[in-house]
């Protein structure tokens, strides 16, 4: 590294907080220089093959011609104006895309910064309909444990109240009802005596909960799980039943990623409200989106406020749809379905051998996600360290090791992951304090 690279690391650790991340003792940051293909370079020169997508959102790859080329030509139009009370093609363009290839009850679309504030988005509008209504005791959300929906205060409501530290902010956060994770398995035959838990939470609660979220068949920063299409066609039906509204978090799961292009599908079900982020641009820049009903709407515009309580200063940011559009135009090809199904027979052939390794507790793959779930957590910063070495970007939390690589991944890249994540389960150091 030269010194211009140490002097910024230096400032770095000095002065920039990174995510969940120690002020204090922080573990190494890698200085990146550029990203193109699966490729992330440091500054030291090494190439990585991304195993991470930058957290689910990057689908076709980094520095891709048709995202810049739609960045370049919408900044040389307009890169942002206010969107009250003026609107534009970009957001008009990317609605019409969105209603076209979400569940047909979803018509009305809120665009939004970040994937939490999708998710503050959806919970307000679920508060709104039922006041609304004159039904403001419908206030409370249920969901289930081991969920991840977003770390504002709202979305962190609803995360798992272990993992998501919930005591730390007990004095404000909202009291929500929570039922055990799903446990059937997506590979394993459906058990439908899970359900005994959550109906009564139904039954019991109903009166007072306005809705209740979960990620649809993949639990992802709560443990990275994959559960049984019926148990989701289930809370549709309770919700329906006990009329609670039913919001579906997309952030991570939409557009491809499970191999459906809604993790919906599986279930072939439709939401109340589904929330989208992450996977939204491309990974080129932050948006997000908040779908809803008709009904929903409706309820919410005749209602005392006469209009839904929100209004982010960067809604529908035109440089951020514009780059959406072109990222769903890609989608709209349709090969993203051979992209996924080639990662998910990959990962099934080399990936799910590392079953039989003695470190392993189990190993998964459904769609373009594997995961490694070892027997002891991590050292995260020998780990890391290991797999920069050995020429990748994965990023393990406790005990696992996971991967949703972009969709353009060849099996070059594909083999280097797979062999990076068998290499480090050899080694002893990436497991001890
Ligand atoms: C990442 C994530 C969020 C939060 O999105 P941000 O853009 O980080 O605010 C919410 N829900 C799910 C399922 C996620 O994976």
Redesign the pocket.
Known sequence: MNKKHTDLIDFDKKHVWHPYTSMSNPLPSYLVESAKGVYIKLATGEELVDGMSS??SVLHGYNHPKLNQALIEQTQKMAHVMFGGLTHEPAINLCKKLIDITPEPLQKVFLSD????S?EVAIKMSLQYWHSQGKSEKHKLLTVKNG?????FA?MSVCDPVNGMHQIFESVLMKNIFAPAPQSDFYQPWDNTELATLTALFAQHHNDIAAFII?PIVQ??GGMRFYHPQYLKACRALCTQYQVLFIV?E??TGLGRTGKMFACHWADISPDIM?L??TLTGGYM?L?ATLCTQEIAKTISDGEAGCFMHGPTFMANPLACAVANASLDLLATGEWQQQVSFIEDYLTRHLLALNQHSRVKNARVLGGIGVVETKVAVNMAKIQKRFVELGVWIRPFGKLIYIMPPFISDERALATLVKAISTVLDEQQCFED
Not at 114 to 117: A, F, K
Not at 148 to 152: A, C, E, L, P
């Open positions: 957290w689910w970040s994937g939490s504030v998710v991840y929906h977003g770390d504002t979305a990620e992802g920063a978090d952030i991570a929330c982020g992450k932050t997000a």
